[in-house]
Antibody
Framework: EVQLVESGGGLVQPGRSLRLSCVAS????????MHWFRQAPGKGLEWVSG????????GYAESVKGRFTISRDNAKNSLYLEMNSLRAEDTALYYC??????????????WGQGTMVTVSS | DVRMTQSPSSLSASVGDRVTITCQAS??????LNWYQQKPGKAPKLLIY???NLQKGVPSTFSGGGSGTYFSFTITSLQPEDVATYYC??????????FGQGTRLELK
């Protein structure tokens, strides 16, 4: 079964850090780019970051640039998001998603169930 | 960044109705536009890619069209299971990817 399983979310104080993980199964992980998206409670979808199959091309939304770092370990079929200097506005459900091609195209056909990040004192 | 203006923000229609949602880009994005469906409490689902291509396994009652700055998404005959929020997503200036605000579709 093709699936993505996120973990690492939780309640964190403003200014602190958190690391999200996503483990893939059921497909050849290193054949595809991967993304992190997020959705604040009751709000729309926002792309956070994307990484090409070999980590050679990485992109970030302006809202997280300089604070978040995306990475992947193809040997472990895993995607990560290191989040530093967290703000209240980073509170959201974070989704890991698979692109349809090796480079960042934007079309994501497989999504995880999401992991909730709450930034609050 | 490319700004996507999606309309309407909400829509109420009856079973069997034809429903159309539009998305306008702030500048020419060719055909680099996707459409997603998100049901309450669920992850988004890719329906249409590259403006008009139906994702594998998606019913043919869904369709998309347009290019440049104006795009449309149509459900030819609304079914109860189509109740969801629909989003357009542009990827013209990858890696910057942006979504429309979403359209909440309800049954009348």
């Amino acid at each position: 079964e093709v699936q993505l399983v996120e973990s690492g979310g939780g309640l964190v104080q403003p200014g602190r850090s958190l690391r999200l993980s996503c483990v893939a199964s059921g497909f050849t992980f290193n054949d595809y780019a991967m993304h992190w998206f997020r959705q604040a409670p009751g709000k729309g979808l926002e792309w956070v970051s994307g990484i090409s199959w070999n980590s050679g091309y990485i992109g970030y939304a302006e809202s997280v640039k300089g604070r978040f770092t995306i990475s992947r370990d193809n040997a472990k079929n895993s995607l990560y998001l290191e989040m530093n200097s967290l703000r209240a506005e980073d509170t959201a459900l974070y989704y890991c998603a698979k692109d349809v091609v090796v480079v960042i195209s934007g079309a994501s056909d497989i999504w995880g169930q999401g992991t909730m990040v709450t930034v609050s004192s | 960044d490319v700004r996507m203006t999606q309309s309407p923000s909400s829509l109420s229609a009856s079973v069997g109705d034809r429903v159309t949602i539009t998305c306008q880009a702030s500048h020419d994005i060719s055909i680099y536009l996707n459409w997603y469906q998100q049901k309450p409490g669920k992850a988004p689902k890719l329906l249409i890619y590259d403006a008009s291509n139906l994702q594998k396994g998606v019913p043919s009652t869904f369709s998309g069209g347009g290019s440049g700055t104006y795009f449309s998404f149509t459900i030819t005959s609304l079914q109860p299971e189509d109740v969801a929020t629909y989003y357009c997503q542009q990827y013209d200036n990858v890696p910057s990817i942006t979504f429309g605000q979403g359209t909440r579709l309800e049954l009348k």
